[in-house]
């Protein structure tokens, strides 16, 4: 009688999502790096496998971007650990995280100042705004989505009811300094162009 073999786990699809390269940013050894290694000017989501665990993840296009544009990330490196494995190899390292408060802060809500009343209040079917832990998507830390920032994001920004915290505030600032920078240099660049139109040189 014959052995059955277990079958493999089923890995995650790989999904379409791709990102353009751009490379407006970046000084010539960088650009001249990334430009050798996605020669068709897009980056496309990529299969990767956690050491640790084992399991299989997708590295999505717009994190390859994030790394290879604005981190400067290594032209050969790929994600080694899932978010767990990181999280908690982060830990045993002694890195320090922010101390979480014995009873989360409670904040009341607003229900008139809701945008859509019918999602909102299944999410928050008490009233109540309540510390949220989250771990941000550039530096891996623990952080803390308070209640008066959700109350804030929620009634006064009219931000989405599905929507969560991604970013820590330090990387938050970091990624608005890139963007404000990028539109500085793009709006230098248009207006050297309208300078040599008006001129009549192209």
């Known amino acids: ?35 050798w290694r996605f020669p068709e000017g897009v980056y496309h989501d990529r299969r990767c496998c956690c ?12 994190e390859q971007k994030e790394w290879f544009e604005e981190m400067k990330g290594d032209d050969h490196s790929e994600p080694v650990q899932c978010i767990a494995c990181r999280a908690r190899t982060r830990k045993t390292q002694g890195i320090r995280r922010p101390k979480l408060k014995k009873y989360a802060e409670r904040v009341r809500a607003d229900v008139r100042q ?16 309540c510390d949220t832990p989250y771990i941000c998507r550039t530096c891996g830390e623990v ?4 209640a008066p920032q959700q109350k804030y994001w929620f009634e006064e ?32 660049g248009l207006a050297k162009k309208l300078a040599r139109q008006a001129q009549g040189s192209y």
Request: aromatic letters at 12%; hydrophobic letters at 35%.
């Open 1 to 35: 009688m014959k052995k059955k073999t277990p079958k493999p786990a089923p890995e995650p699809k790989k999904s379409a999502n791709v990102a353009r390269v751009n490379l407006e940013m970046l000084d010539a050894w960088n650009a001249s790096r990334i430009k």
């Open 51 to 62: 050491r640790t665990c084992g399991v299989a993840l997708i590295w999505e296009a717009w």
């Open 114 to 129: 809701w945008q859509d009343i019918y999602t909102l209040s299944r999410r928050f079917p008490d009233g109540f705004y």
């Open 143 to 146: 952080k803390i989505w308070t």
């Open 157 to 188: 920004k009219q931000g989405r009811s599905d929507s969560t915290a991604v970013y820590c505030p330090e990387c938050r600032e970091t990624y608005r300094q890139i963007k404000t920078e990028a539109r500085r240099i793009s709006a230098e």
